[in-house]
């Protein structure tokens, strides 16, 4: 077991490699230890350079409205009238406060992404 930190794209892709040969093995024996640690140091490298940026406020809420199976009237009542909820899904108008309060309670997305900007349509 010849586990070293990935500093580079070339280590990156060498523990990749290492990892796709062992990732099925056992747990509590050598290959299957090793596989743990190296998924760690590779999460790790991953989160340090490939960066993915969260969806635009009115995106994830379509993408948990996916996720729950959720259609636009039944945002009815969670943020406003069916003509509301049309217009802050079409981007005509922003989120307010109280909407991303309810939003935040009723879907779970977390307010820190509710908050974002975004761009109106026009």
Same mark, same amino acid.
């Given at each position: 077991?010849?586990?070293?930190?990935?500093?580079?794209?070339?280590?990156?892709?060498?523990?990749?490699?290492?990892?796709?040969?062992?990732?099925?093995?056992?747990?509590?024996?050598?290959?299957?230890?090793?596989?743990?640690?190296?998924?760690?140091?590779?999460?790790?490298?991953?989160?340090?350079?490939?960066?993915?940026?969260?969806?635009?406020? $009115?995106?994830?809420? @379509?993408? #948990?409205?996916? /996720?729950?199976?959720? &259609?636009? !009237?039944? +945002?009815?009542? $969670?943020?406003?009238? @069916?003509? #509301?909820?049309? /217009?802050?899904?079409? &981007?005509? !108008?922003? +989120?307010?406060?109280?909407?991303?309060?309810?939003?935040?309670?009723?879907?779970?997305?977390?307010?820190?992404?509710?908050?974002?900007?975004?761009?109106?349509?026009?």
């Amino acid at each position: 077991m010849k586990i070293k930190p990935i500093k580079s794209e070339q280590d990156y892709e060498e523990a990749l490699e290492r990892l796709e040969i062992i990732f099925d093995s056992p747990a509590n024996t050598k290959e299957g230890d090793e596989a743990e640690i190296l998924a760690l140091l590779i999460e790790n490298y991953e989160n340090e350079h490939y960066l993915i940026e969260a969806p635009d406020p $009115i995106e994830a809420i @379509k993408i #948990r409205m996916e /996720e729950m199976n959720l &259609k636009q !009237k039944d +945002l009815v009542g $969670i943020i406003g009238g @069916k003509s #509301r909820v049309s /217009e802050i899904l079409n &981007k005509k !108008k922003r +989120l307010t406060v109280d909407m991303i309060r309810e939003l935040e309670r009723i879907l779970h997305i977390s307010a820190s992404v509710l908050v974002n900007n975004y761009q109106l349509s026009k």
